[in-house]
């Protein structure tokens, strides 16, 4: 293949700006916060469902609470009414008043083990409260965090697309005075030869695989015309002169 000089020095800029595009996107596309994100939000969800379950937990002991609650006051009514027929003195018999005497004791006991129960259940409520003030609180952490690191993603996002947007401009125009063949082999090569398809020969060395030609390949391609397209013989990548060649 045959392509005037300046196209296939042309080429070489052509490639830097693909590198740099290759760069960006790579740049995007492994951003730190991405990550960050994705494990803040991993955990945000994960304290959302904690907090919920918490909070059932909570209102089933409420609910516990206020039936003990009501237990209690049903006892203590029961009792108190016992108690002013006892003292009323409308206690008839001594068999009367020796049942009414041993309901009393009864209703103490189950007032003492519902006092009991109340209070335990009084105590996994605060515990349980506890735990919900803590999770609220991280839970408020994790939101900052995450709004701080989708502030930063997308000031990177938008920076990464100026500079995608400017490189790609600059390629279109370069790209666009080179011989379609040539652009075609080079687009081919790119795409087998993980992302550079030219590379300028450097004081005898590919700068594609960085390897120093031969004497008899240096001969060689001091020999060539200018306009033919020269490749490594190595890579296969497009060889390009530059002053810098050693030839
Ligand atoms: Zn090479």
């Given at each position: 293949m045959n392509a005037a000089p300046e196209d296939q020095l042309r080429l070489l800029d052509v490639q830097e700006l693909d590198s740099t595009l290759d760069r960006l996107e790579h740049r995007r596309a492994m951003l730190p916060e991405l990550a960050e994100i994705e494990a803040l939000s991993a955990r945000n969800e994960s304290l959302a469902d904690d907090i919920v379950r918490a909070e059932t937990e909570d209102s089933d002991l409420g609910r516990e609470q206020a039936k003990v609650d009501a237990d209690v006051e049903q006892v203590r009514s029961r009792m108190q009414r016992d108690q002013q027929r006892l003292d009323g003195g409308q206690v008839g018999s001594p068999k009367e008043l020796e049942n009414l005497q041993s309901e009393i004791e009864s209703l103490h006991r189950r007032q003492t083990e519902l006092e009991d129960a109340e209070l335990e259940v009084m105590e996994q409520r605060e515990s349980i409260q506890n735990r919900l003030d803590l999770l609220r609180k991280e839970l408020t952490g994790v939101e900052a965090s995450l709004a701080a690191a989708a502030q930063r993603r997308d000031a990177a996002f938008e920076e990464i697309a100026a500079e995608t947007e400017k490189a790609m401009a600059q390629r279109q125009e370069t790209a666009a005075s080179i011989a379609e063949d040539l652009l075609a082999l080079y687009t081919k090569l790119r795409a087998s030869s993980g992302g550079v398809g030219a590379a300028a020969l450097h004081r005898g060395a590919c700068?594609?695989?960085?390897l120093q030609l031969n004497t008899t390949d240096v001969n060689r391609l001091r020999d060539a015309p200018a306009d033919e397209v020269l490749r490594c013989e190595e890579c296969r990548r497009i060889l390009v002169r530059t002053a810098e060649s050693g030839l």
């Open positions: 700068q594609g695989c960085h």
